[in-house]
């Protein structure tokens, strides 16, 4: 049991690691100490990030592991494409799993780009969240999707109630954990390329490689971390206040805040070192 537990804790190190998370970070979120987390890392090949951060930061470093090739083709398997959308727009827009789950097209305004959040768990989550050009996509996806089963009714929740196979747009999904889990796990064949649940064998009869070694590129990251990463990412780029990034997140929880006002911190001090720095002529 205990090595299920460390297996499941490595994965989700793996994972952050991948999104470009600090040693710190990563120990913060999964009380995983950092010498045995950059451990982890070495031995999977990951560049572990400097306390200071990279040289040069990567752009959307969540964003290189959410568009990875090999997640984009496990996103078209049918099944998985809803979690696909829903983590696409969650990191994107910041919005949470219950909030997803209990959006309307009518809550989207297609011309003025934004998205209007009236349900949410607190009073504090009722806001507008402009959309960027991915989170544009991701709702175009799932609009798609959607007309393919019939009409779309402004009423109707962008993540409908799937059960049984029985599609019901009036209601919202219950949850995607199967979706996601799915997802997460996906693994695609080195030999035939066959996209397919974990597996020590590749379940291609005709190929059979070994398997066993493959994980997904998104292996052990919970849905709740793509909301605090697109959280994390707007602190660390000075560019949106206090004020802002409430307007836009909601409720945050003040652990978090203290979290994310340290972040904002320490962009600040980096930002000012340019003053300390001689002057050229
Ligand atoms: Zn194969």
């Known amino acids: 049991m205990a090595n299920v537990l460390n297996e499941e804790k490595k994965q989700q190190v793996l994972a952050l690691g991948?999104?470009?998370?600090?040693?710190?970070?990563?120990?913060?979120?999964?009380?995983?100490?950092?010498?045995?987390?950059?451990?982890?890392?070495?031995?999977?090949?990951?560049?572990?990030?400097?306390?200071?951060?990279?040289?040069?930061?990567?752009?959307?470093?969540?964003?290189?592991?959410?568009?990875?090739?090999?997640?984009?083709?496990?996103?078209?398997?049918?099944?998985?494409?809803?979690?696909?959308?829903?983590?696409?727009?969650?990191?994107?827009?910041?919005?949470?799993?219950?909030?997803?789950?209990?959006?309307?097209?009518?809550?989207?305004?297609?011309?003025?780009?934004?998205?209007?959040?009236?349900?949410?768990?607190?009073?504090?989550?009722?806001?507008?969240?402009?959309?960027?050009?991915?989170?544009?996509?991701?709702?175009?996806d799932m609009q798609k999707r959607a007309t393919e089963f019939g009409t779309l009714l402004a009423s109707h929740y962008v993540f409908g109630s799937c059960e049984h196979g029985n599609y019901d747009p009036t209601r919202p999904m219950r949850s995607w954990r199967t979706a996601w889990r799915n997802l997460t796990t996906a693994i695609s064949c080195s030999s035939c390329g066959l996209l397919q649940r974990p597996t020590p064998v590749c379940r291609n009869t005709k190929c059979i490689a070994d398997t066993k070694e493959l994980i997904s590129p998104l292996a052990g990251l919970r849905f709740h971390d793509l909301r605090h990463h697109a959280i994390t990412e707007l602190a660390e780029s000075g560019e949106a206040s206090e004020q802002t990034i409430m307007a836009l997140a909601g409720h945050v929880s003040p652990r978090m805040l203290r979290h994310y006002s340290h972040v904002r911190q320490e962009a600040k001090r980096k930002a000012i070192q340019v003053l300390s720095a001689p002057v050229r002529a």
């Open 18 to 140: 991948r999104l470009g998370w600090s040693l710190r970070h990563i120990q913060q979120t999964t009380r995983i100490r950092r010498e045995t987390a950059s451990a982890y890392l070495k031995a999977a090949g990951i560049a572990v990030r400097p306390p200071s951060g990279w040289g040069r930061r990567a752009p959307k470093p969540a964003n290189e592991v959410i568009t990875d090739p090999e997640v984009n083709r496990a996103a078209r398997h049918p099944e998985w494409q809803l979690a696909y959308c829903a983590a696409r727009l969650a990191l994107t827009t910041t919005m949470r799993a219950c909030e997803l789950r209990h959006l309307r097209w009518a809550d989207i305004n297609w011309e003025s780009e934004l998205i209007i959040i009236n349900k949410s768990k607190t009073e504090a989550g009722e806001r507008v969240i402009p959309l960027v050009p991915d989170a544009i996509a991701a709702l175009r």
